[in-house]
């Protein structure tokens, strides 16, 4: 369930907070397909099931880009804020992908809140550090700093 915060002083004083995690996720060869087409990147370690059979990771595995865009999926679920006037996606921090996932892997969100600070007016920009984990697998297939600016 996600967590709730409702003032600026709130979301100041979460910073360390574990947000838990989400619901897992089956990353399928459809939802693989789906990101090829719409980002033009038809590599055959992600859409040629046949071929990726005698690959390196021995079945398909889904882009990076593609986990990473699991954080924007994953977010919401661990984190909502209330009485909020505006909210903006600011940018990403520390991007990086420890571990292929393979078509078939469930995968689900940890967030934690890492920083925020006061913007003028009512604002905070608030960074919340979601691991994309894999089922079974000792690394995340992606580790992203997300930054909002939020205006309450």
Known sequence: MAQVFNSTAAVLEAVGRDLGSTDWLTITQERINTFADATGDHQWIHVDPERAKDGPFGKTIAHGYLTLSLANLFLPQLVQYQG?????????????????????????GHGSVVAAESLKGDGVQVTVRISVQIEESDKPGCVVDTISRLYF
């Open 84 to 108: 909020l006037k505006m909210g903006v996606n600011y940018g990403c921090d520390k991007v990086r992908f420890p571990a292929p996932v393979p078509v078939g892997a469930r995968v689900r």
